[in-house]
Every structure is written in structure tokens, then in C-alpha cells.
């Protein structure tokens, strides 16, 4: 058994260590010195106040996806749409937000139920892809990714269209709200401490949910053994619809906060790759919830950091995005590796 | 093709599936292979079409040894396999699905592909449209696809793999025209069967295997009781059973009839009382499977009635039975039973009621350890169950089960056991029925029907006999009933 630990580790800082070679392969494949790159983006990460506080914020909405996809993967289903139910979520935000600003209402509540707008547009979003599963016999994968098609096409016609800024529609999203309307933040930075604490809440309660409730056992027997599960009693497929409904509200909600919390108005892309990168730190932690706090931190960081790296190297900053992509395959395979070593001997 | 094997032996992990098998089958004759469920006859038949390699032995064709590592290089030799469910690919067409198998360069020649095609259709009388998808087809069609391609492929060894299966009466006249005519063009045809009828009314000899050991060769006239004592062994001791009082009514059946794409079972109507144990008895795939989970609630019904308790459930889901006491026990435990990566505790949680949101793993452990005791489960509250054996994932699945029960449904419930947890599982079952609880339970195993059951129900290719006192039958009885003999009796008075 101790034996057995110790080969885990050896596999998994052995896929750590790959992982790290072959992107200093890369870096110095384009000519930028690695051990400086990599200094950098630790430094971008945590070189100042105002950079610490840009992982945080960008740790929020990751945190949320990656809870919200552990509730899918428990139930064996893979919600690629993510993405679109962020997006969505967003949207609803913007929708309810717009509705009221004119309105005598106390900006905390319109607030208030602009997010819950934004949990409930995940929410629809996310059981359109399990109603399509469930009922139409149409494959999570594919359904989750047209829907993120559909959703991406609804917020450009959004901004350019009926929502577009006095003048003409443009990339830079819909006229702004005013202050009162932003998510309250810490003195001079863009740290909302809500939107900070939701997200850390909503972990720590997906984590109970999965680990010591009835509904998160049934979830996790559906995901095993759907027919096992049926026959010992868990109605099958309402489950797989529940776990839509809960990951596309965690979604709905990063998207809402994105809208509150950050960029305060609607922008096309404006789930900026969140919702895959939760699917990969989900992946790279083994589904295991009490690590996606940690490693859904270090992904913001090397987001964060990397940044740095395009404005020194030029380096595009899609290369913190190599990183993690290489760490995720590299470890699952070193879990493939794992076992068949295991069963060998 | 001369076909000869050489003393063959395969085991699969403890089952000895294949032991010493010799057997020589010369060209232009049809030998027939007869056997029980589990007999090893599929086992021997997947070895000569290189679908699975035998531990030990060897496989001459005309004469000359041969290796075969696969089904493509069987076919190479000339050896092709029809399956009990054909092998294709029913969202293609049927002349894709002809041409699929065929080795050649990166273009296919469709042309001349349905040219022979529609040659060999004509010389079989086969009617099949090359442009039909072969969704579209029935099950005997489609082995008629199957016989032209292997024929096409160059196959002179042909193996049928219970072919008469969920096909028409004239259907399988057509196909032992087929079969007689391969025969006279010199192939070699090895037809493989639990049907005493078919394998009488066709075959030029017969092979006979049981629990892995080829019991003997016979060749016309057959004499059914002959082949009987063969397929099932030697006459069966009748210990154990205790008739049982006729209690309240706990399972009503009024001519229930259920059917899927191969079978129709019709009007079955039964009464099962409280304590009293029914024995569903016949071939793999004669219906009782779909009976069985009919009256679970598993499988839609077409017509009749189901009333458990009192209560009638016709129509209703799995899971209106659960809650008037049915519980259902599947013979593929891994696979539809328990949930592989979930621990005993976790299943134990699970199958209980909820007594709210949060779980108390501490009583769940509890719990599960005092099943374990109970049940004598060779296991801990955190082993996987996929780490149990098989007699060990069984009582876990008993243990699963709720009290009280009304009625417990078992397929297969001591299949692949060895004889201590069969004996235990029984005894834990018949503790169940003196709770009053009703079972009806399928098994292949005659000794186990006639030993266990207060009546039996036989299944034929969807017919169902009346229910059967189990005291007045005997195993050559049963065997006959089961091979599809003897039913006269039954036609007038079909589901009594």
C-alpha cells in the first residue's frame, strides 16, 4: 500500500517534469530563454499587488466551472457547453440589468437579481443540452458544442444588434452600466470580494454535495452504472438532468459575475475559455473536488503570468494555454502508464 | 473441406471450457454440435474461426496443420463463421456490408461486387435488394447476407452459431435448403444447436458436448431420449425441494403477453403464491428472459395483466414494482447489478431508503459490515466490487435487497458459482420464502429447476407451458421440453 503511494507520486512528478521539458523545448525552439520565461511568469503572477489581484479575479470564474463540471463528470456526462452556458448566464445578467437600470430599484437588489438571472440563463442553457441527451438521444459532446456555436452567435447579434452602444455596434461589447450597478469591489482594485467568496462557497458545497449527500451517491451510481443504478432505485435520467441543471447554474453564475463583477457590460467572447479550462483542471485533479481550489489557482496564475511574457518575449499569451494543455495530457497519460505498470506487476 | 481437431483445450480463468476435444468432419456433410448452454460448443466453434485461440491442441484442414490468429486469417483458410447475432453493420447497405470484409486495394469495385452478389443470391434463392439497409431486414435475412459474403470471402468451412434462433418456420426452411445445397457443392457445414428438432431433421451427424467434454457422436435415426441423456448427463437427484403451502396471491399474471424484434411470448397467466418458488426453464433466449423482466417492469408488455399484492401494475416502471416489493436480481452482476468503482458501503447507502440529505457514512459502515457478517461476504465496507468474486458480488447483491419482498426476480441466480455459494445462495433464498415472499428465478441448469422450483414454466422459441408441477416431472421430461419436444400436449389448453 505505502509502496503504492510512492509509485503515484513518482508517476505524477515524472508527468510534472515531461511536462516542463517539452515546454522549454518550445521556448527555446522560439528563441526566448526559458529559465527568464518562466521567471516571468511567476512574476507576472505574483510581482505586485495588482497582479495577485488579476489572478484572483481570474480564478472566480474557473473555480466556478471546474465545480460545476465535477457535478457532469460524477454523473459520467460530459458538458463541453460550458462555455455557451457562461455565456448565457451573461447574457440573462446583461438582459436583467439593462431591464432595470432605469428603474427606482435599490442597485443591490438589481444586482442581486441580475445574477440570479445569470444563474438561471446557465441553468436553461445546460438542460437544453441534457433535454437533447436525455430525450433526443443526441450525444452531451455534440449537443453542448453546437449550443456554444449558438450562444457565441446570440452575443454577437446582441451587441451588434438590439443591445448595440449609441452610434454603431463593436467588438468591445454593449454600453457599459454605471457604477452603481458593478459588483463592489475592494478600495482601487477590481477585487470583488462577492464574486470571490460565491465562487469559494460554491466549491466547498460541491464538494459536500459529492462527497457526503444522497443526491451526490445516486449522481455518482448513475455515472458508474446507469443500469445498476436504476435498478437499485435512482430515477436514471432525471439525475443526468439535475446535474445539467446544477453545473449550468455554477456556469450561469461565472458568466453573471464576468458581467457584474468584471468587464460590466456584455462582450462577445466574453466566457473567454473558461469553461474548457475548467473541464482540464477537473481532468488534471482526477475529479477529486478537494483539489480544485489549488489548481484551479495555479492555472489563473500561469493565465495571469503568461501575460507578461507576450509584452517582454513577445510571446503570444496563448502560451500559458501549452502549459496547462501539455500538464493535463501529460498526466493523464502517466495515469494510463500508472496502471498498466500496476497491472504488470 | 476436411475440418479435423485435435484434442483442443481452453479454460477461462477456473471454467474448464473446452477439455480434449477431438472431432473430424469430413467435406460435403453438415455435422451437427449439440450441447446445453455453456457446453463449451461456442467456445470450440469461435477457436476454429480464429476468433479466440486455444491453449492447447491443434486444427488440420484437408490434411495439412494450420495456425489461424484471427477471423480474417481464418477466412483466408477458408473457414467463415455466421454468428448467433449476424455480425454487421445495420445502418449500411447490404452491399457495403458484402463488400466490407473483403481484402483488395484502396478502391472497391461495387460493379462487379454486386454482380456476385446477385449471382450467388439466385443460386440460394435468396431474395435480398443489394440497395436495402440492413436495418431493414429481419434476422433471417440477414444471415442470408451473411452466408453469400462468407461464400463470397471463399469460405468451404461454414459455421452456423444457432442459426434457427428468432427466425421464421419458413425462413429456416429456406435456410436448411441453403445449408443441404452447401453441402452437395462439397462444403463443409458445422451447425451448432440446443435443438433436438433441428439438428434430427437436418444434420448427416451429431456431436454431443457437455460442461466442456465432446460426450459422444451419434448419427441417424437419433433417438431423442439418447440425445437427451447426452446433453444433460445421467439421471438428477431430487433432494431438497419442500412443496409448499398455498398461500395468499402474490404474483397475478393474466395472459401476459410481451414480445421484442425476435420473440413474441403470448398469454401467459399464472398465480404465484406467497413462499413458492418458480422455475422458468428453457434455451437461452426462448423468452423467459423477456418474461422474467416483463414482471419487472423491465420490458414493455403488448397485452394482459400484471397484479402484484393486489395491485395492478400493468404498464407501470421498474420502479412503481420497487416500491410494491419486486425486486429483480440480473445474471450479468458487473453489468447491470452493481456499480464498478463504487465500494459495498456505497451500494449499501444507496439501496437503502434516504432518511434525508446528508449521509451518515459512519452508520452506512455500520450497516454494511453487519451485511457482510450476515451474508458471509468475503469482503470489507470499502472493497470495490469489482474486487469480489463472482459467488461474493451474488450475496452482495442478495444483501442489497430490501425486507420485506413480495416477489424476487432472479435470472440466472448461481450461474458460473461453484457448488458452496450455489448451496449458500439457495439457502438464503428459501429463508426469503418463508417470509413469504414469491420467486421466480431462470435458470440453464435442469438439476437446479427441478431441484428448487414448486412448478416450472418451459420455454421453446416464445411458447410457454402451462406451469408445470415440479414434483411430477423428471429431467428427460424437461430436457425434451426444453429441446422443443413433446408439446403436443400442450397446444389446446398454450398458457393455461
Not at chain 1, 508517476?11 to 525552439?29: D, E, R, S, Y
Not at chain 1, 492555472?299 to 493535463?328: E, H, M, R, W
Not at chain 2, 446477385?118 to 443460386?123: T, V, Y
Not at chain 2, 403451502?245 to 397475478?252: C, N
Request: charged share 15%.
Amino acid at each position: 500500500m505505502k509502496k503504492n503511494i510512492w509509485i503515484n507520486i513518482g508517476f505524477q512528478a515524472g508527468a510534472l517534469a515531461l511536462a516542463l521539458l517539452i515546454t522549454t523545448l518550445i521556448l527555446v525552439a522560439v528563441g526566448a530563454p526559458p529559465f527568464k520565461a518562466y521567471v516571468g511568469i511567476l512574476g507576472g503572477a505574483f510581482g505586485s499587488t495588482n497582479k495577485l489581484v488579476a489572478v484572483l479575479i481570474s480564478w472566480s470564474p474557473l473555480l466556478l466551472t471546474t465545480a460545476g463540471v465535477l457535478i457532469t463528470f460524477s454523473a459520467g456526462l460530459w458538458n463541453i457547453g460550458m462555455e455557451g452556458q457562461m455565456t448565457l448566464g451573461a447574457i440573462f445578467a446583461t438582459w436583467m440589468l439593462r431591464l432595470l437600470q432605469n428603474t427606482a430599484l435599490p442597485p443591490a437588489l438589481i444586482i442581486t437579481l441580475g445574477i440570479l438571472a445569470g444563474v438561471i440563463g446557465g441553468a436553461l442553457w445546460a438542460s437544453l443540452a441534457g433535454a437533447l441527451k436525455t430525450f433526443g438521444g443526441v450525444n452531451e459532446i455534440f449537443g453542448g458544442l453546437g449550443l456554444n456555436f449558438v450562444s457565441t452567435a446570440l452575443t454577437i447579434y446582441l451587441v451588434f444588434g438590439p443591445w448595440k452602444r449609441p452610434g454603431t455596434g463593436s467588438m468591445s461589447g454593449t454600453q457599459p452600466f454605471s457604477r452603481e450597478l458593478w459588483l463592489p469591489t475592494l478600495p482601487n482594485t477590481e477585487l470583488s470580494l462577492w464574486a470571490l467568496g460565491l465562487s469559494v462557497l460554491m466549491v466547498v458545497a460541491v464538494y459536500f454535495l459529492l462527497r457526503g449527500t444522497y443526491f451526490g451517491l445516486r449522481l455518482k451510481a448513475v455515472g458508474k452504472n446507469p443500469k445498476a443504478a436504476f435498478l437499485l432505485g435512482v430515477p436514471t435520467w432525471q439525475y443526468c438532468m439535475f446535474a445539467f441543471l446544477l453545473c449550468g447554474m455554477l456556469a450561469g453564475l461565472a458568466g453573471a459575475i464576468q458581467v457584474t463583477g468584471v468587464y460590466h457590460r456584455l462582450l462577445p467572447n466574453i466566457s473567454n475559455g473558461y469553461g474548457f479550462l475548467g473541464l482540464l483542471v477537473a481532468m488534471l485533479i482526477n475529479y477529486q473536488a478537494i483539489w480544485a481550489a489549488p489548481v484551479a489557482f495555479f492555472f489563473a496564475a500561469l493565465n495571469v503570468g503568461s501575460i507578461q511574457l507576450q509584452i517582454v518575449y513577445k510571446l503570444d499569451s496563448s502560451f500559458s494555454g501549452v502549459l496547462q494543455d501539455l500538464l493535463v495530457l501529460l498526466v493523464l497519460l502517466g495515469e494510463g502508464a500508472r496502471q498498466r505498470f500496476l497491472r504488470r506487476q | 473441406m476436411d475440418v479435423e481437431l485435435h484434442s483442443i483445450y481452453k479454460t477461462f480463468g477456473a471454467v474448464h471450457a473446452n477439455v480434449d476435444i477431438s472431432l473430424r468432419v469430413p467435406a460435403g456433410t453438415i455435422r451437427g454440435i449439440l450441447g446445453e448452454n455453456g457446453a463449451g460448443k461456442s467456445t470450440l466453434m469461435k477457436i476454429l474461426s480464429g476468433f479466440i485461440r486455444a491453449d492447447k491442441g491443434e486444427i488440420f484442414l484437408d490434411g495439412r496443420p494450420v495456425i489461424i490468429h484471427s477471423p480474417a486469417d481464418a477466412i483466408r483458410h477458408g473457414v467463415g463463421m455466421l454468428h448467433q447475432d449476424p455480425l454487421d453493420f445495420p445502418p449500411m447497405r447490404l452491399i457495403d456490408n458484402f463488400i466490407a470484409g473483403h481484402e483488395g486495394g484502396l478502391f472497391l469495385n461495387r460493379a462487379a461486387a454486386a454482380r456476385d452478389f446477385k449471382r450467388l443470391a439466385e443460386q440460394f434463392g435468396f431474395s435480398l435488394n443489394p440497395d436495402a439497409y440492413v436495418d431493414s431486414l429481419t434476422v433471417g435475412e440477414r444471415q442470408q447476407l451473411e452466408i453469400l459474403r462468407l461464400l463470397w470471402l471463399g469460405a468451404r468451412v461454414l459455421i452456423f452459431d444457432e442459426p434457427t434462433t428468432g427466425i421464421s418456420a419458413s425462413q429456416k426452411e429456406k435456410l436448411f435448403a441453403a445449408l443441404r445445397l452447401l453441402a452437395e457443392q462439397g462444403k463443409t457445414v458445422l451447425f451448432v444447436s440446443h435443438k433436438l428438432e433441428d439438428v434430427e431433421g437436418l444434420c448427416h451427424r451429431v456431436a454431443v458436448l457437455r460442461q466442456g467434454h465432446l460426450v459422444g457422436e451419434a448419427g441417424p435415426p437419433y433417438t431423442t431420449e439418447k440425445l437427451v441423456e447426452m446433453m444433460f448427463g445421467k439421471t438428477i437427484s431430487m433432494a431438497g425441494r419442500t412443496p409448499c403451502e398455498a398461500g395468499d396471491v402474490t404474483l397475478g399474471l393474466c395472459k401476459l403477453s410481451v414480445e421484442d424484434y425476435r420473440l413474441k411470448v403470448r398469454d401467459v397467466s399464472l398465480d404465484a403464491h406467497c413462499g413458492e418458488v418458480v422455475g422458468l426453464a428453457g434455451m437461452e433466449g426462448s423468452g423467459q428472459g423477456l418474461f422474467l423482466r416483463a414482471v419487472a417492469g423491465l420490458a414493455r408488455t403488448v397485452g394482459g395483466r400484471i397484479v402484484v399484492g393486489g395491485k395492478d401494475l400493468t404498464g407501470k416502471s421498474h420502479h412503481a414494482f420497487k416500491r410494491q416489493g419486486v425486486a429483480f436480481l440480473p445474471a450479468a452482476r458487473l453489468e447491470e447489478g452493481l456499480a464498478v468503482g463504487l465500494n459495498l458501503t456505497e451500494h449499501f447507502v444507496l439501496a437503502e431508503e434516504a432518511p434525508g440529505f446528508f449521509i451518515n457514512w459512519e452508520q452506512g459502515k455500520a450497516l454494511t459490515q453487519k451485511r457482510i457478517e450476515d451474508f458471509n461476504i468475503h469482503g470489507t465496507p470499502v472493497s470495490p466490487v469489482e474486487s469480489l468474486s463472482g459467488g461474493n458480488q451474488q450475496r452482495a447483491l442478495l444483501a442489497l435487497l430490501r425486507v420485506p419482498l413480495a416477489l424476487l426476480l432472479l435470472e440466472h441466480p448461481t450461474r458460473g458459482l461453484d457448488v458452496e455459494s450455489t448451496i449458500y445462495i439457495w439457502s438464503k433464498l428459501k429463508e426469503r420464502c418463508t417470509q413469504g415472499t414469491s420467486i421466480l428465478f431462470i435458470s440453464s441448469d435442469l438439476e437446479e429447476i427441478l431441484q428448487y422450483s414448486d412448478r416450472v414454466l418451459v420455454f421453446f422459441s416464445g411458447r410457454v407451458t402451462p406451469p408445470l408441477d415440479a414434483g411430477a416431472l423428471t429431467s428427460d421430461k424437461l430436457g425434451e421440453l426444453i429441446g422443443g419436444k413433446g408439446w403436443e400436449e400442450f397446444t389446446s389448453g398454450k398458457g393455461a
